[in-house]
Structures are given as C-alpha cells and as structure tokens.
C-alpha cells in the first residue's frame, strides 16, 4: 500500500504508512512515522504479519535519518507483536507503559535487544526526536490501562492510539463526521472504559494545537473542525463501564 505524507516542510514530516493487512482477517492498522532531523520514530508498528513490509515502506521515507524510536501506545499484539523484529534490525529505542513491560516479552523478546525496552511513567513524558520535543500524553483506560498518545508540536498532530478508530471505512479522511459516527461508534462504546476517562481526556487536549488526530485504526481527522467536533463527541459519550446495566447475566441453555 502506498505511503501518505500527513505533512512536510524542510526538516519535518509525518507519513502514513496506510495498511499491510488488506485481505487478512486481521484488524486494519495504520503504521505512522514521524521524521525529524537525522531522527525517526515508528508509532504501534504492528504485528508479525506486517512487519517485513512495515519495515521497507519505513527505509523508503527515512532519506538520512535513522529509526531512534519506537512508541508503543500499549500492549496489544496488533502494536506490539514485532517488536522483537524492530529492535534486533534496528538500534531504536522502544517505549511502552510501565505496566506492560513485564508482559510484552511474552511476544518473544531477545534478552539481547530486552534492554532497549524502556518504560513510560504513568503521568506521561517528553521525548526527544533530535532536538524535537514530542510529548506523551497519559490516556489511560482509552483503551488499555497503561495507555498513551502522541503530540507533535510541528505538525500538530495528535496520535490517538484507539481512540478515535474506525472500523469499515474505504476513506483515509474523515469528510462528513456525522457520516463517519457508524464507522466508530460500536467500537468506541464497547472498547473505551466510559465517559469519565473520555470527559478527562477531552479536557487535557483542548489545551493543545491539534489540526489533525491520527488515530491507529481507520481514518483520520484533518482540520479544527472535524478534531474539535471529535473531542467535543468524546467528551459527552456514554462507553464501557456507563453501559454495563443488563449486561452482567448468568447464561441459560
């Protein structure tokens, strides 16, 4: 599948890498880059399956930089599956949640590479992409508990993790969010925890700059009024822990 640049200027860009899944019965994904400089960070780089072509749609872009990091919002296979793959064909530095990194080696980590997976304290952290400041945003429960987003502040992109996924969509844009709610309503009213991690989360980044919001399923939300609409959705939406009355029932035959 191609590759889609979501923006670019002299020593910056971002780079969709679209999804290596088509005609499996796997979950689409989306891989995303981010070139800075002589730096480079892959974000959920996915599982076994996609790897090999993860990996050569990511060389295509890099030009002089180097692959210094890799983020892992949080524990899923469809995030963390290859990782073992990455940090033995590259010199990169992983990140993931303080809480998974005893779990995470269960997907097969090398002990000589288990060094370079390094934990997120759970109020988030600044990395830096060669000079760049990307912040790590706490978004715990949305889905996972150990979870965490992305900002850029150059090209003031919100990587989202899950949330924010849809499922079904043939767009790599979101046009009409109205249209698009089937695509991601299901998905967010049973994966996300429930409305008081959504209420929290919309809070922290109204705060920020976002003229695009990436998530790692699905389409993406380009321009203030489809990321504020998103935000403002989230804000107000009932999901998980809200909509287990009835739920709880002992089976019958």
């Known amino acids: 599948m191609p590759s889609t640049i979501l923006f ?20 689409q994904a989306n891989q995303h880059v981010i070139i800075h400089g002589k730096g480079a960070m892959i974000l959920d780089p996915g599982g076994h399956k996609v790897f090999s072509k993860a990996l050569t749609a990511m060389m295509a ?18 995030i963390v599956a290859a990782v073992n793959g990455w940090l033995m064909t590259t010199d990169a530095i992983a990140y993931a949640s303080n809480l ?18 390094l934990g997120i304290p759970d109020q988030g952290m600044v990395l830096d992409l060669d000079g760049l400041k990307l912040l790590v945003l706490p978004a715990h429960f949305l889905h996972s508990p ?12 919100l990587y989202s993790g899950d949330l924010g996924a849809s499922v079904g969509q043939d767009y790599i844009e979101v046009q009409d969010f109205d249209a698009h709610l089937k695509y991601m309503e299901g998905f967010h009213k049973r994966y996300m925890s429930g409305g008081r991690a959504l209420k929290n989360w919309a809070n922290m980044v109204r705060q920020l700059d976002i003229d695009i919001i ?17 935000i403002d959705w989230c804000s107000q939406l009932d999901a998980g822990m809200d909509l287990l009355d009835g739920i709880y029932r002992v089976p019958t035959a």
């Open 8 to 27: 670019k200027n002299d020593s910056h860009k971002n780079v969709l890498l679209e999804d290596f899944s088509t005609g499996d019965l796997a979950v």
């Open 61 to 78: 872009e890099l030009g002089g930089a180097k692959l210094t990091t890799v983020f892992l919002s949080h524990q899923d296979p469809d």
């Open 100 to 117: 998974w990194l005893r779990f995470i080696p269960h997907f097969g980590l090398d002990q000589l590479v288990a060094h370079r997976l």
């Open 146 to 157: 150990g979870n965490f987003q992305v900002y850029d502040p150059v090209s003031k992109v």
């Open 214 to 230: 990436a998530p790692q399923h699905g389409a993406i939300f380009r321009g203030k009024e489809l990321t504020t609409r998103f």
